[in-house]
């Protein structure tokens, strides 16, 4: 089994709906992101945790909610879809215990499709 | 505004041959910086990462050199295989906060 675990992998969703990627990890790491990847622009990141109680904004958080319901699980809230936001999300963990810049483990990826 | 930059987007490379993928920066501050690669259909993978503290630091084929006066770095794969064929992200951090900031990749391509 993968260490993160994205679900779903592949969605397809209207315009203004709501969905929610689901993020769950098995490191045991307090620190969780969420970042999403579009062509020419690499990994920008949406939100991060350092813990259960910690939230905070990445560079594009407009558009986007995150909830932290556990130290293994962060999901990513779309409120109202909208096409550009059409792209490659990923959750990574990593462990801010061992050492300041560890690295992160990412999961496989979901792929979002708003039409 | 792009602080970590990858300028090429791609870059083929024979078999056998070295592969040099180059990453240049624009914030001092960063302190710490990494290598992931990136197979499709696959999350980003740690691959090397180096301190702001020096200038070198080698894992077998994979070397990453830092040039903090010109804010670069690069990464040398030596010899080059055909799984390295990948994207390869350069990425940047503050030391403490693990905000990490992400360059926008060079596809490798090795041909056999």
């Known amino acids: 089994d993968a260490d993160v675990t994205q679900t779903p992998r592949n969605r397809i969703t209207k315009t203004g709906k709501r969905i929610m990627l689901e993020c769950s990890q098995t490191k045991g790491h307090d620190r969780m992101y969420w970042y999403r990847q579009d062509p020419g622009l690499g990994l920008r990141l949406i939100y991060y945790?350092?813990?259960?109680?910690?939230?905070n904004k990445g560079e594009i958080s407009d558009g986007y909610s995150v909830s932290r319901q556990a130290q293994a699980k962060f999901s990513l809230s779309l409120e109202s879809a909208i096409p550009n936001q059409t792209a490659l999300y990923f959750c990574a963990t990593s462990d801010g215990v061992t050492g300041p810049d560890t690295e992160a483990f990412f999961g496989q990826g979901t792929r979002l499709t708003v039409v | 505004d792009q602080q970590v930059k990858q300028n090429s987007p791609s870059l083929s490379v024979q078999e056998g041959r070295i592969s040099i993928l180059n990453c240049d920066y624009t914030?001092?501050?960063?302190?710490?910086f990494l290598w992931y690669k990136k197979y499709p259909a696959e999350g980003p993978t740690f691959l090397i990462s180096?301190?702001?503290?020096?200038d070198k630091n080698e894992d077998g084929r994979f070397t990453v050199f830092l040039n903090k006066s010109a804010k670069h770095l690069s990464l040398h794969i030596v010899p080059s295989q055909p799984g390295d064929s990948a994207v390869y992200f350069c990425a940047a951090s503050m030391g403490g906060y693990q905000k990490v900031t992400f360059g926008t990749g060079t596809k490798l391509q090795v041909i056999p």
């Open positions: 180096i301190s702001s503290i020096k």
């Open positions: 914030n001092s501050m960063f302190d710490y």
């Open positions: 945790s350092f813990d259960v109680k910690d939230i």
